[in-house]
């Protein structure tokens, strides 16, 4: 039986439109997008999950007590029946009673390395910029757990992506979000096979990537499309 998942984004989605691609057409895919959740009426994510037949919420989280923001997602989450949960893009944190309610089953990507590049206000093209800032010749996304806090959390997967001399911010942003779009559906679908095994062991929660589900590093050289260092 696949995992039901939820995904948050504030966003255009086209991480949440990857994960709809690899998961929602195939029927024996480990884990089917059942819910999508944004804080933005205008997200272009929503619209995604209308096109795929989704379930969209948007749940306001202006000026409301974290407490009922925490209920309302917790109430549809349960209705949706989500076992776990994928931040997309997502801009805000997630309340802690839905960290507690869902332990080691939330995960963000993140389009640089972290621990270094992330924290609060470090989204969008920010975060290429602070890449390019300090002459970094390598980023790429990171796969965590979430947790009450910006960009912290265990993580679970990186992919490097060179950063390409002549860079700007958009290229490199373009560069390392094709990337986003292999390695995210890659890791839930890893984690969702994984569920039974983390259910008796939740904190020893290491993930181990197969060989035969990462991407070939020759796949990946022809994603980046490298050019010569001078
Ligand atoms: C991605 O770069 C992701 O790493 C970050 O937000 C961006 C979302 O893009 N957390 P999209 O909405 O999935 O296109």
Known sequence: MSVRLAVFASGGGSNLQALLDAFNAAPDAPARVTLVISDRSDAGALDRALAADVAAH?????ARPEEDVALEMLELLRHHGIGFIALA?????????VIRAYPSRIVNIHP??????????????????AVLATG?????????????????GRIIAQWPVPVLPGDSADTLAARVLAVEHRLYPLVLAALALDAPARDRE??????HWSEDSAPTAEEIIHLVQPTPLP
């Open 112 to 129: 640089a390395l972290l621990p270094s590049f992330g924290g609060r206000g470090m989204y969008g093209r920010r975060v290429h910029e």
């Open 58 to 62: 948007v749940i306001d989280v202006r």
């Open 202 to 207: 939740l904190q020893d929660a290491a993930f």
């Open 136 to 152: 970094a010749r390598v980023s790429g996304p990171t796969v965590h757990y979430v947790t009450e806090r910006y960009d912290e």
């Open 89 to 97: 893009g997502y801009l805000r944190l997630v309340p802690a009673q």
